[in-house]
């Protein structure tokens, strides 16, 4: 299986960003993107534009993705036939509005939930009451540029990791946010999304089941097996037992933060969200092989490193195996 760079939290002149579409499509492709998809705000009026005009790009492109914009919350929805009206969302019914845009075919996130609310951002801050985290999809825990220096950002982390830890299956995103151009200071953290085809229906099965992760440069090949299964991917439900982990670090073959000079340091694994083993670089060098004993619970793994001023920052998320 192969895994693609991948930004779907983007936007243009269709809604408040700086940059039109055949600039964003043009930036995409010389920053080595793989798969992009434009979520504008409550409108899906960019792709009507690439078809009247022709527009094309060497990025695959997710079609019909929207940010679902409301005064409760911001909620990435992806891969939609039809854009549901917003203004009918109520604050204590967002679990209806996800069953209504899930079986009109979309996958569905939620965008930076502890982003500054009112009067700074109107329904930036997730209010929404949810009664069933497991209905999303994901979760968006570092968005913008340079998102591991934001505050807003540790906060969502917290969130997903504390549900994790009560038990829902619920996988971790970034998101750019894409409006207008980086600065050449600001860096960039990036999902690579694991995908036997490239095409639009198999995109979203595999961000359904979690089979991507989240990374600030680094990239890596992940694998679990066991005796019964050779390959299990993120997102996989999984019996009790032992396991053969193998996580081979990879050389940065794009632009996106090449110039940050990020180390890895340390791998963690982490079983319901408690470490229960951790390997230096000096252990293991460019490649990690190690058994081990899963008991009920999320299982997951991150890599932390040196990167731009801080020595000790977490550089690498997988999502979670789910374990019964």
């Known amino acids: 299986?192969?895994?693609?760079?991948?930004?779907?939290?983007?936007?243009?002149?269709?809604?408040?960003?700086?940059?039109?579409?055949?600039?964003?499509l043009d930036t995409a492709a010389k920053s080595h993107y793989e798969i992009l998809s434009i979520s504008d705000h409550n409108t899906?009026?960019?792709?009507?534009?690439?078809?009247?005009?022709?527009?094309?790009?060497?990025?695959?492109?997710?079609h019909n993705s929207l940010e679902w914009t409301t005064f409760y919350g911001h909620l990435l929805v992806l891969g939609v036939r039809e854009a549901l009206n917003w203004y009918d969302a109520k604050p204590t019914e967002i679990d209806l509005w996800v069953k209504k845009n899930k079986e009109a075919g979309a996958v569905l996130g939620i965008a930076h939930p502890y982003e500054l609310g009112s009067p700074i951002?109107?329904?930036c801050h997730w209010d929404?009451?949810?009664?069933?985290?497991?209905?999303f999809d994901f979760i968006e825990i570092l968005n913008g540029d340079s998102p591991q220096e934001q505050d807003y950002n540790q906060k969502a982390y917290t969130l997903w990791s504390e549900l994790l830890r009560q038990g829902h299956h619920l996988a971790a995103s970034c998101g750019r946010?894409?409006?207008?151009?980086?600065?050449?200071?600001?860096?960039?953290?990036?999902?690579?999304?694991?995908?036997?085809?490239?095409?639009?229906?198999?995109?979203?099965?595999?961000?359904?089941?979690?089979?991507?992760?989240?990374?600030?440069?680094?990239?890596?090949?992940?694998?679990?097996?066991s005796k019964e299964q050779p390959a299990i991917f993120m997102g996989a439900t999984i019996t009790q037992g032992t396991y053969h982990l193998a996580v081979k670090f990879q050389n940065q073959d794009d632009d996106f933060n090449r110039q940050f000079g990020e180390t890895i340091k340390k791998i963690k694994l982490?079983?319901?969200?408690?470490?229960?083993?951790?390997?230096?670089r000096t252990a293991f060098g460019a490649e990690l092989k190690t058994e081990v004993v899963l008991t009920p619970g999320p299982f997951r793994i991150e890599a932390w490193g040196a990167f731009k001023e801080n020595p000790d920052q977490r550089l690498v998320i997988s999502n979670p195996f789910y374990v019964e």
């Open 121 to 123: 951002c109107t329904g």
């Open 1 to 24: 299986m192969n895994y693609y760079s991948i930004e779907w939290h983007t936007h243009t002149v269709h809604s408040d960003a700086d940059q039109t579409v055949a600039q964003l």
């Open 177 to 225: 946010d894409w409006h207008r151009p980086k600065k050449e200071t600001a860096n960039v953290a990036v999902n690579y999304l694991g995908v036997e085809h490239l095409d639009e229906e198999s995109i979203k099965a595999s961000i359904r089941q979690g089979n991507f992760y989240i990374t600030l440069g680094p990239k890596w090949e992940l694998s679990l097996s």
């Open 44 to 62: 899906l009026s960019a792709y009507a534009e690439i078809a009247e005009k022709g527009l094309t790009t060497p990025v695959f492109l997710l």
């Open 128 to 135: 929404f009451l949810v009664r069933n985290w497991d209905n």
């Open 270 to 280: 982490l079983q319901n969200e408690e470490v229960i083993a951790e390997f230096s």
